[in-house]
């Protein structure tokens, strides 16, 4: 069963550094695009950033100033770091799967989320 | 960015009536190159993630229930729950695949009347 976890500190203060890892198991790893999106509290989806297999990156204007994403192959994983949090970034990430396309493509796979909370 | 715009916010269905959610995207999501519309809807349900119900605007994920279809072309588009039912309660979200950045729309809450 193919399938995405997630892990990362869940409690960060502001100016702190987020960062999480996602897994993937049981499926192949490319070619991809591995997409991460949050959600905050009782709102909606925003999609931050991704990255492909072979480390091509896409980010979110709105964020791209403090967003970097990485992939380590050999671990089927990926990582995102988002720097300089505030409350705002409180927020349930997800990573999620998106075939890499010459276009966009829908994302079918996506991980349980990680409720990452800033606060002093 | 392309903006979606979902509505109505929420709804309130009686069992076994349908739901219509509509969504409407700032710009054209349709590809001339191939007839694509590069639209999906989602259905979330509470301390879940998303899960994909329909992509290219009109076809069904892989085990989703035949009551779920998705309709429209271009910058117009609906998603029908043809016979409500009570496991179908959940938010629901269209997104475009078109440009990046990949853009959602706010959600549509559908419960039970």
């Known amino acids: 069963q193919v399938q995405l976890q997630q892990w990362g500190a869940g409690l960060l203060k502001p100016s702190e550094t987020l960062s999480l890892t996602c897994a993937l198991y049981g499926g192949s790893f490319s070619p991809y695009y591995w997409s991460w999106i949050r959600q905050p509290p009782g709102k909606g989806l925003e999609w931050i950033g991704e990255?492909?297999?072979?480390?091509?990156?896409n980010y979110n204007p709105s964020l791209m100033s403090r967003v970097t994403t990485s992939v380590d192959t050999s671990k089927n994983q990926v990582s995102l770091e988002l720097t300089s949090v505030t409350a705002a970034d409180t927020a349930v990430y997800y990573c999620?799967?998106?075939?890499?396309?010459?276009?966009?493509?829908?994302?079918?796979?996506w991980g349980g989320g990680t409720l990452v909370t800033v606060s002093s | 960015d392309v903006v979606m715009t979902q509505s109505p916010d929420s709804l309130a269905v009686s069992l076994g009536e349908r739901a219509t959610i509509n969504c409407k995207s700032s710009q054209s999501v349709l590809y001339s190159s191939n007839n694509k519309d590069y639209l999906a809807w989602y259905q979330q349900k509470p301390g879940q993630p998303p899960k994909l119900l329909i992509f290219w605007a009109s076809t069904r994920g892989s085990g989703v229930p035949d009551r779920f279809s998705g309709s429209g072309s271009g910058t117009d588009f609906t998603l029908t729950i043809s016979s409500l039912q009570a496991e179908d309660v959940a938010v629901y979200y269209c997104q475009q695949y078109y440009n990046s950045p990949w853009t959602f729309g706010r959600g549509t809450r559908v419960q039970v009347k």
């Open positions: 990255i492909s297999d072979r480390g091509s990156t």
């Open positions: 999620a799967r998106r075939r890499n396309a010459s276009r966009g493509w829908y994302f079918d796979l």
